[in-house]
């Protein structure tokens, strides 16, 4: 599934391709996404120029004088920048034809993604509205993420993984980055103290912030027929290693479903 550093590296690698173009025709060929794509879509992006390719979590926003277009890739979705006579393979949902002769495309097998206009600020939209602040943002700090832990006996790792908490942390860099703070994923969100949130919310950041890393050599592929978006492979410290032992202490790496997401976490390291 695209994460944040996937959806980050997709915006980069197709934001040069569309800043400054002009939309000359929309090509549907399925509307029936998570949410079905606005019938008057090709109507309302007629002739727009793309001004901003932004992203607010795992969402892409391209922004037009008129409206903006608010993109997700749900569970297997991609957008590549082609030229439009590429021929379209099954799943090629979407096509945004540009004025310079190129052509965004939307593909997505298991169409949980979308692709929704709004005219009004992206941020009061339904879908973005409750979202927590940035995990690479300035608002994402330790006494923000103390304070919204008050109280609370969610396991931390449930905590993190909260959109409305913080946006972005997925399963695997939730397991890195508490395994890299040295926090037993388990242990209740509210009975962290300060100086433990300080640690993770440096080792939230610094795990995608790698992964982000990692994406920019995969950027040719956003402009490539053939090649599938590469999903990064970094070198994960304790998620999957179910049965094997610890990198830092040889303990061996202990595993249970937590919140339904597979969870793993060393003993030894981890409290
Ligand atoms: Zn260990």
């Known amino acids: 599934m695209p994460e944040l550093p996937e959806v980050e590296t997709t915006r980069r690698g197709i934001s040069p391709h569309l800043t400054g173009q002009t939309v000359q025709a929309i090509v549907v060929r399925q509307p029936r996404l998570r949410w079905p794509v606005p019938p008057d879509l090709p109507e309302k992006l007629d002739r727009q120029t793309i001004r901003t390719v932004e992203r ?24 590549r920048i082609l030229a439009p006579d590429s021929p379209p393979r099954k799943h090629d949902h979407l096509d945004f034809i540009l004025a ?3 052509c965004l495309r939307f593909h997505d097998p298991r169409r ?5 206009w709004t005219e009004d600020d992206p941020s009061t939209h ?3 509205a409750e979202l927590g602040p940035e995990p690479l943002g300035e608002c994402f700090d330790a006494p923000y993420l103390h304070g919204k832990a008050r ?17 972005g942390v997925g399963n695997i860099y939730a397991n890195e980055a508490l395994f890299r703070a040295g926090i037993d994923p388990r242990r209740p969100a509210g009975r962290i103290a300060l100086p433990r949130y300080e640690k993770l919310v440096v080792s939230i950041r610094e795990v995608l912030s790698e992964a982000i890393e990692q994406g920019g050599t995969t950027l040719r592929d956003f402009v490539n027929e053939t090649g599938s978006p590469g999903y990064f492979q970094q070198t994960l410290q304790i998620y999957g290693r179910t049965g094997e032992l610890c990198r830092r202490c040889g303990e061996l790496i202990r ?17």
């Open 56 to 79: 607010r979590g795992k969402y892409i926003l391209i922004g037009t004088n008129r409206g903006t277009l608010i993109v997700h890739l749900g569970m297997s979705g991609s957008l």
């Open 255 to 271: 595993t249970q479903r937590l919140g339904q997401r597979s969870t793993y976490w060393c003993p030894n390291c981890q409290h």
């Open 100 to 102: 310079n002769g190129t």
């Open 126 to 128: 339904p879908l973005l």
């Open 151 to 167: 109280g609370r006996s969610v396991s931390v790792k449930s905590f993190i993984m909260d959109s409305r908490i913080v946006v």
């Open 112 to 116: 949980f993604g979308c692709v929704v």
